[in-house]
């Protein structure tokens, strides 16, 4: 199995000097904790045994030099460039991804801009990537989709094709609140496009429940316990929080002399990009604030703030960077001495060796993030103190605050909140120091990034395994197809029992729209033509709608999922057996209070059934309240005799004794029938399903988990079936 990583930019960035190529890996967290699982492929036991990389190499490159390129960079790399023009590129990055979705999904909703031509690209940018992956893609691979620049790429290629299809997002997922100020097009479409995968990954449970709560309100599509049914694929909404490399950062040898605590000048450690997200001006104006509180400390500390370049084409990340030149320059000014600069400040990225004898040379590190979906480098300072001393102040914004509890959390909002933490860091006992970072070492170094890549990777096999599998087994293929054709025509006997809604014809949004065209009333007519046949259409329906639509066609008809049948040739109805409808007396009452409850739920009253329909209703709002007017009519009629069915967004009291399972037992006794076909689509249709003698056909429309013992995938694909037994 080889495993396919599509992200943005590929972990190496290409660069032209004097005609002559040069490969840089490029930053961040997705490349480094990567990169690492990467490296220790083929020694663990996953499944994956090796993997290319696709993204963009950072740099447009010359039409003529790309097959070059490309090879280079597979050999090197194991890599597959994305090439991409700067101008499409400088649209997307630094338009829809950086300043749309970045600032508004870490809650910065006044950076953020809605900007329509930035959707367009972005749009556009998605379809080229599907386009590569689709080059180079082979059947047995998996696909691992990265991060918010691609939130619509699992959607494309599922259209396309059967391989897993997993998603990691790497940033936060915002709470449903802020994830609406997306245009209607785009705040639906990314959640369209990401339930496209089979596995859709978050650092945070907060972040998971966020995404499936905006799957719920726009997309109106429930979940049960993360996982949400698509006609072709099940999606799992799933929790992975993103470890690192423990050990590379825990025993990296890096010479002493560069990593010794000085005891006399006590060193605060801050590293991030420069994103206004990560609170790098709360933290300089927390750091000034502690020096004013603790004059005692002046001379004896110093914040080292390294600070990698990032996003410089970015306006908002322009004016950070100035007012973060300015503050270090405004504090240095104010406290520093001839022999102390309190804030010593790196706008650089360090090589790895020096940036790990930074993390063991401070006493203290710093990390304020406003935001952060995870923040990798908390847990490289834990990782990196061999000697277990030295203290992590951490925001409780970060996803990373959730496994580093032992840490000192902090709101970065509070500038005395930091200036106070940090007082109390610089005194905490060593003994204690070497307490937290022992508990919090042990955790980090059992989930590690190889444990969280692999958790991911194994949890998509295994649910894509699963879904397909018990959808296989089902699917009509061909071969089963021409068997049930081919013993339709060599029987004596037929009955072909068919739901009308969703399998005579689609389901429409509102009951009424659903009239049979033309067409499907002559081939319910041609198909009753044929001697041998009895045509049954069973609905959930009223008499009076069915008798409207279909009442001229000499078939069998029955209403209100079986209370009423109407036989061939008759023109009146009748029961099928003596029902009552006095319940409705109690249970009317009660759905009538809670339609006062929920807005744009409703009564529809039967002559032997109730239904409380809640589809165009506030789903959040319905979700919550259905379980109590279910256990609610559950304990009433457990004395009466009606029985509660919780359909598809309805809640119907029917008689007890009365489902489409007793209806077609009643069709079925008759006669003797050799050939049997039942055809539904509704939850109605189960008992139906589940009530079929051994040799009958049954027939699910729409890939779900079903009691028929087949499944086709659409509704033409139900009125093509018959239109086959029909010629
Ligand atoms: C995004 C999310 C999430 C930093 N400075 C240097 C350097 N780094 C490396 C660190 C670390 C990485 O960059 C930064 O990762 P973070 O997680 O802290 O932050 P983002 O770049 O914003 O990453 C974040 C992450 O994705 C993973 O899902 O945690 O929340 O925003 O690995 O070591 N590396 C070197 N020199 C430096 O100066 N060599």
Same mark, same amino acid.
Do not use: C
């Given at each position: 199995m080889r495993l396919l990583i599509v992200s943005n930019r590929l972990p190496v960035v290409v660069s032209k000097d004097n005609g002559e190529f040069t490969m840089t890996k490029s930053a961040g967290g997705l490349v480094s904790g990567m990169s690492d699982f990467l490296a220790g492929l083929g020694k663990n036991k996953s499944e994956i045994k090796e993997y290319v990389w696709m993204g963009w190499p950072g740099n447009s490159v010359e039409k003529e030099d790309e097959d070059h390129l490309r090879d280079r960079v597979r050999e090197e790399f194991n890599a597959s460039p994305v090439f991409l023009s700067k101008k499409l590129m400088d649209k997307v990055y630094l338009g829809f991804c950086n300043r749309t979705i970045w600032p508004l999904f870490h809650y910065f909703p006044n950076y953020a801009r809605f900007d329509l031509e930035f959707w367009e690209e972005y749009k556009r940018m998605n379809e080229i990537f599907r386009d590569e992956v689709l080059k180079e893609l082979r059947e047995d691979d998996i696909i691992w989709i990265h991060d918010y620049h691609l939130m619509l790429l699992p959607a494309l290629l599922r259209e396309k094709v059967q391989n897993p299809i997993g998603f990691f997002l790497h940033i936060p997922f915002p709470s449903y609140e802020m994830y609406r100020m997306l245009h209607k097009e785009s705040r639906t479409a990314i959640l369209e496009g990401l339930i496209g995968a089979d596995l859709v990954g978050f650092h945070t449970h907060d972040y998971t429940q966020h995404f499936l709560r905006c799957v719920l309100r726009i997309l109106g599509k429930e979940n049960h316990m993360g996982r949400i049914s698509m006609p072709d694929h099940t999606v799992e909404a799933e929790t992975f929080p993103m470890g690192i490399d423990f050990n590379k950062f825990n025993t990296m040898n890096v010479s002493p002399h560069i990593t010794t605590k000085n005891p006399k000048r006590k060193m605060v450690l801050s590293v991030d990009r420069l994103d206004y997200s990560k609170g790098i001006i709360n933290r300089l104006k927390g750091f000034e604030l502690f020096l004013e509180k603790n004059p005692e400390w002046i001379g004896k500390v110093y914040l080292n703030m390294i600070v990698v370049p990032s996003r410089t084409g970015v306006g908002s990340y322009k004016k950070i960077k100035s007012r973060l030149d300015e503050l270090v320059g405004q504090i240095n000014g104010n406290f520093g001495s001839m022999d102390w600069t309190p804030v010593i400040y790196q706008y650089t990225s360090l090589p790895h060796k020096q940036l790990i004898a930074q993390y063991r040379k401070s006493h203290v590190a710093l990390l304020t993030p406003l935001r952060d979906g995870m923040n990798l480098v908390a847990k490289e300072y834990i990782a990196s103190l061999r000697d277990q001393k030295g203290v992590l102040i951490l925001s409780e914004f970060t996803g990373a605050a959730k496994e580093l509890s032992e840490s000192v959390i902090i709101n970065p909002n509070n500038i005395d909140e930091i200036a106070d933490s940090i007082s109390e860091a610089l005194v905490i006992p060593v003994k204690d120091q070497i307490r937290r970072n022992k508990i919090m070492q042990k955790r980090l170094k059992r989930y590690d990034v190889t444990k969280w890549? +692999?958790?991911?990777?194994?949890?998509?096999?295994?649910?894509?395994?699963? #879904?397909?599998?018990? %959808?296989?087994?089902?699917?009509?293929?061909?071969?089963?197809?021409?068997?049930?054709?081919?013993?339709?025509?060599?029987?004596?006997? =037929?009955?072909?029992?068919? +739901?009308?809604?969703?399998? !005579?014809?689609?389901? #429409?949004?509102?009951?009424?729209?659903?009239? *049979?065209?033309?067409? !499907?009333?002559?081939?319910?007519?041609? %198909?009753?033509?044929?001697?041998? #046949?009895?045509?049954?259409?069973?609905?959930? =329906?009223?008499?009076?709608? !069915?008798?409207?639509?279909?009442?001229?066609? *000499?078939? +069998?008809? #029955?209403?209100?999922?079986?209370?009423?049948?109407?036989?061939?040739?008759?023109?009146?109805?009748?029961?099928?057996? *003596?029902?009552?409808s006095e319940w409705k007396d109690e249970v009317i009452p009660i759905l009538e209070m809670y339609t006062d409850r929920l807005p744009g739920s409703f009564i529809q009253e039967r002559d032997y059934s109730v239904a409380w329909h809640y589809h165009r209703a506030d789903i959040e709002q319905a979700s919550q309240l259905v379980k109590e007017v279910n256990d609610h009519l559950l304990s009433i009629t457990t004395n009466i005799s009606a029985h509660v069915i919780h359909g598809s967004k309805v809640i119907e009291v029917s008689n007890s004794g009365i489902n489409k399972g007793e209806l077609a037992m009643h069709w079925l006794s008759r006669k003797e029938y050799d050939f049997i076909l039942a055809i539904g689509a509704g939850w109605s249709d189960e008992l139906l399903f589940q009530t079929m003698p051994e040799h009958a056909w049954s027939v699910k429309v729409g890939l779900s988990q079903t009691a028929a013992k087949y499944i086709i995938k659409e509704q033409k694909d139900a009125i093509s079936l018959l239109r086959k037994l029909g010629e």
């Open positions: 890549a +692999n958790d991911f990777v194994n949890a998509l096999v295994e649910n894509t395994r699963v #879904t397909r599998d018990s %959808l296989s087994k089902k699917f009509l293929d061909p071969e089963l197809y021409k068997k049930l054709v081919s013993e339709y025509r060599g029987s004596k006997n =037929r009955i072909v029992i068919v +739901n009308y809604d969703g399998t !005579l014809v689609p389901f #429409t949004k509102y009951p009424a729209m659903a009239e *049979p065209p033309d067409a !499907l009333l002559g081939l319910l007519e041609t %198909l009753d033509s044929q001697v041998k #046949t009895d045509i049954v259409i069973i609905s959930g =329906r009223g008499k009076d709608e !069915l008798d409207e639509w279909l009442g001229e066609l *000499p078939i +069998n008809l #029955t209403a209100e999922h079986g209370s009423w049948i109407r036989e061939a040739g008759r023109k009146e109805w009748r029961l099928l057996k *003596p029902l009552s």
